[in-house]
């Protein structure tokens, strides 16, 4: 099946920094989403992007499809972007497939 | 974006019962929704497909006769954790897509289930 692999694995800012989280898969998508999980777990959805460019705020995403690897941007880091990121894919049957995560700690 | 709800959100229950936790969407219909384990400090883990009107379909390694799953209408689908052991405790959580096969997933709030 098809592989994600998320990095870094955690990641600690100061607030006000910016950060890069990567996301690479292994096989063709159809359905590529960033997730951000709550600290009672709940999924945030942030962005649907199985492929091109999307912004909404400090965050923005891109996918390029060709080359597999997806990066999702957060901008101006504030301490309750603290969590941990998810990357999940699907190339049939609508199963999402989740990578590892990142665990993303901003402190004051 | 779409809405689905997820009850109950906490449920402590003793060994050897069994345990039903219910996923509705609320604003669509949803004729395939998918049910996701998580361990503490671990990613979600796929555990089975879950389709209206016909049997689910289970991952790799995931005990169909444990996990009972029912998808008897186009809003509901329900986990059954049967004869639950301290092991099942975790986190379940399910998800529905408003469209077709590759559109956007949205989850429900999740289980905590803690088996005593």
């Known amino acids: 099946g098809i592989q994600v692999e998320q990095s870094p694995p955690d990641l600690i800012l100061q607030e006000g920094a910016n950060s890069t989280l990567r996301c690479n898969f292994s096989?063709?998508?159809?359905?590529l989403q960033w997730f951000h999980q709550n600290p009672w777990g709940q999924l945030i959805n942030l962005f649907y992007?199985?492929?091109g460019t999307k912004q909404n705020g400090r965050l923005s995403a891109t996918t390029v499809a060709t080359e597999r690897y997806s990066l999702l941007y957060i901008s101006s880091s504030q301490t309750t972007d603290s969590g941990v990121y998810f990357c999940?894919?699907?190339?049939?049957?609508?199963?999402?497939?989740f990578g590892q995560g990142t665990e993303l700690s901003v402190k004051p | 974006g779409a809405v689905v709800s997820q009850h109950p959100s906490r449920v402590i229950c003793k060994s050897g019962t069994s345990v039903k936790i219910e996923c509705r969407s609320l604003?669509?219909?949803?004729?395939?929704m998918f049910w996701y384990r998580q361990f503490p400090k671990q990613s979600l883990m796929l555990m089975a497909t879950?389709?209206?009107?016909?049997?689910?379909?289970?991952e790799q390694g995931v005990e169909k006769d444990k996990f009972l799953i029912n998808h008897a209408s186009l809003t509901l689908s329900t986990l059954t954790v049967t004869s639950a052991h301290p092991e099942d405790s975790s986190f379940y959580i399910c998800?529905?897509?408003?469209?077709?096969?590759?559109?956007?997933?949205?989850f429900g709030q999740g289980t905590r289930l803690t088996v005593v």
């Open positions: 998800s529905a897509s408003r469209g077709p096969e590759g559109t956007e997933a949205f």
């Open positions: 096989d063709s998508v159809n359905n």
């Open positions: 992007i199985p492929s």
């Open positions: 999940a894919v699907a190339n049939q049957g609508g199963k999402l497939i």
């Open positions: 604003d669509f219909q949803a004729t395939t």
């Open positions: 879950s389709n209206e009107g016909s049997k689910a379909t289970y």
